[in-house]
């Protein structure tokens, strides 16, 4: 089974503070994305990268970077994390195929900034 | 977009009972796949549909799918309390990216 592991499941950080949420998957696969879902508005995709160093902006990546330096790690930045950020995150992976293959998420990070 | 649309937004039923959720979209696609969410856990895929199926079928689950009227069913068969969750549907065009709606939830009550 494919195993998609996100750092942290609770993180508390103040406004301001460079925030890392990391994610690692175990099955080579070469798309990972990043998620935030919110109450009322479902799960909006932050960015995504189908290879390594390469990455594309999804819907809302304002306030947001990414960083993938190996193939199994994806890694979410706050540059400066402000309370509209606080969120529950999700990490996802997906095979090469581009068009049929289902995606495998992590447990979320639920982060709360104060 | 390619965000899949969700109705209804909450289903309650009891056990024993089958539950049905449909999904509407707007392009076309190559196929849709149905997710479930258990409360604040990340999301596990069900079932895929590709466009060329009519209907599919794992277990307690049936997917239909009618292309024409751009619309998708997910029925649950005698449903149980761990079918509580929320049911996802997302469709697939050419890119690498998937779109979620935001959802039915489902309750399911002993």
């Known amino acids: 089974d494919v195993k998609v592991t996100q750092s942290s499941r609770y993180l508390v950080k103040r406004t301001g503070e460079k925030v890392f949420l990391e994610c690692v998957q175990d099955?080579?696969?070469?798309?990972m994305f990043w998620y935030r879902q919110d109450p009322g508005l479902g799960l909006r995709l932050i960015y995504f990268?189908?290879?390594?160093?390469?990455?594309e902006k999804g819907d809302i990546p304002e306030g947001y970077s990414v960083s993938r330096e190996k193939k199994e790690r994806f890694s979410l930045i706050l540059e400066s994390a402000s309370t509209n950020q606080t969120s529950m995150y999700l990490c996802?992976?997906?095979?090469?195929?581009?068009?049929?293959?289902?995606?495998?998420f992590g447990n979320g990070t639920r982060l709360t900034v104060t | 977009s390619q965000q899949g649309e969700e109705d209804p937004q909450a289903l309650s039923i009891q056990e024993g009972e089958n539950a049905t959720m449909n999904c509407s979209y707007k392009?076309?696609?190559?196929?849709l796949q149905w997710y479930r969410q258990n409360s604040g856990r990340g999301l596990v895929h069900l079932i895929l549909?590709?466009?060329?199926?009519r209907e599919k079928h794992s277990g307690r689950l049936r997917v239909t799918l009618d292309t024409s009227k751009k619309s998708s069913s997910l029925l649950i068969t005698a449903s149980r309390a761990a079918d509580t969750a929320s049911y996802f549907c997302?469709?697939?065009?050419?890119?690498?990216?998937?779109?979620f709606g935001k959802g039915t939830s489902l309750l399911v009550t002993p």
């Open positions: 996802a992976s997906s095979s090469p195929s581009r068009n049929n293959s289902p995606l495998h």
């Open positions: 099955m080579d696969h070469e798309n």
């Open positions: 990268s189908y290879d390594v160093k390469m990455k």
């Open positions: 392009t076309s696609i190559n196929n």
């Open positions: 549909i590709r466009s060329n199926e």
């Open positions: 997302v469709n697939s065009n050419s890119g690498y990216a998937l779109n």
